[in-house]
């Protein structure tokens, strides 16, 4: 196959030099033919390609290999196999031939049904007060000269991208109450619809679409703030793209360099100012004359009105030792000597501000 380089030189010494084609073919030892090929074409590249690729070896085993990646394609994509992982299946079914002919087999086969494009995407829109979105990051700071893994709490309006975080120890279902609360006391309110993940705090149960069962106490919860809850689809995290680039900006913008704080009530003060003068500093990436702050302001009259903080942190029971000691999620804390020997309830709280 001529390269590049062949086929310039043939035209420079041809229309630069003047030369024939017979001195040229003699020069760079190619044919006449060749030669006469690149001056008439004017092209400055040729490929080839076959019109039938041969397969001796992986020939009888085509119907297979269609079925294998057939059946993968009809997978979500954190299930989905690699190609030698198929490569592989075909291999135990009897196949002796090379992964590079599966390879190519596998992208003609991509091409033909259309999967080798980009997916495309509509961009959401959100009316004031119709949405917010939740999720959680895992950020590392120092705690009182302890190196810590908290867990962030993101809140983000979807209309006017106010943003709420805060920091916890872990993800229970009180954190995520607390959190919910504390953003809507900040918004003055919330919105009437509530886009999250499928964390195991919210939802029970993942159906067919959009149906969920979800956790009686998170429905209470929501029934409270009257928020109509909707889980993304499994893999889908474009459905709730705000809070995902949510948690790369505040881990790049907050978080780094590694945060150095005394207590964590500390540092969610800090993280608090931070929303609040992001917000105030930096200009709505659609309506541009105003900034993220002016247009939350705007929206907070067309939130629902903040209800007040939801109790629905459940008691369990629990027994006291004779050390006065209750056992709860494997930690055992002091009660009045009072009550030792006694049977009584244990009520989990989030940790105090």
């Not at 889980?231 to 793209?241: H, V, Y």
């Amino acid at each position: 196959m001529l390269i590049v380089e062949t086929i310039a030189r043939i035209r420079r010494e041809h229309f630069i030099k003047g030369k024939t084609i017979k001195e040229i073919a003699r020069d760079l030892k190619v044919s006449r033919n060749t030669v006469r090929k690149v001056l008439r074409s004017g092209k400055t590249l040729f490929e080839y390609e076959r019109s039938i690729q041969p397969r001796p070896k992986l020939g009888r085993w085509a119907a297979e290999l269609d079925e294998l990646l057939a059946a993968n394609a009809a997978k979500s994509a954190r299930e989905q196999l690699t190609l030698i992982r198929i490569f592989e299946e075909l291999r135990g079914r009897g196949y002796d031939g090379g992964y590079d002919a599966v390879r190519r087999y596998a992208r003609r086969w991509s091409k033909e049904r259309g999967q080798s494009t980009a997916a495309a995407y509509v961009p959401l829109s959100f009316a004031a007060g119709e949405a917010y979105q939740f999720d959680w990051s895992h950020e590392i700071v120092l705690l009182n000269g302890v190196t810590a893994i908290v867990k962030v709490a993101h809140v983000r309006l979807c209309h006017s991208r106010m943003l709420f975080v805060r920091a916890y120890p872990r993800e229970t279902q009180e954190m995520v109450f607390d959190a919910h609360d504390r953003a809507f006391a900040l918004f003055k309110g919330t919105c009437s619809r509530g886009i999250y993940d499928n964390m195991k705090t919210a939802v029970e149960t993942i159906f067919v679409g959009k149906d969920r069962r979800y956790n009686r106490r998170f429905l209470q919860m929501c029934s409270h703030y009257l928020i109509d809850p909707v889980a993304c689809t499994p893999a889908s995290g474009w459905e709730k793209g705000q809070v995902e680039n949510q948690v790369g900006l505040v881990r790049e913008r907050f978080f780094t360099p590694r945060l150095r704080f005394k207590t964590l009530d500390e540092l969610n003060a800090w993280l608090l100012d931070k929303c609040i003068a992001y917000a105030k500093a930096h200009r709505h990436p659609e309506l541009a004359e105003q900034t993220v702050w002016e247009v939350f302001e705007a929206e907070r009259p067309k939130l629902v009105p903040y209800a007040g903080r939801f109790d629905g942190f459940h008691a369990v029971p629990a027994s006291v030792s004779k050390t006065c000691l209750v056992r709860f999620d494997n930690n055992k804390y002091s009660v009045a000597a009072s009550a030792s020997g006694a049977r009584s309830k244990f009520k989990p709280m989030p940790i105090a501000s």
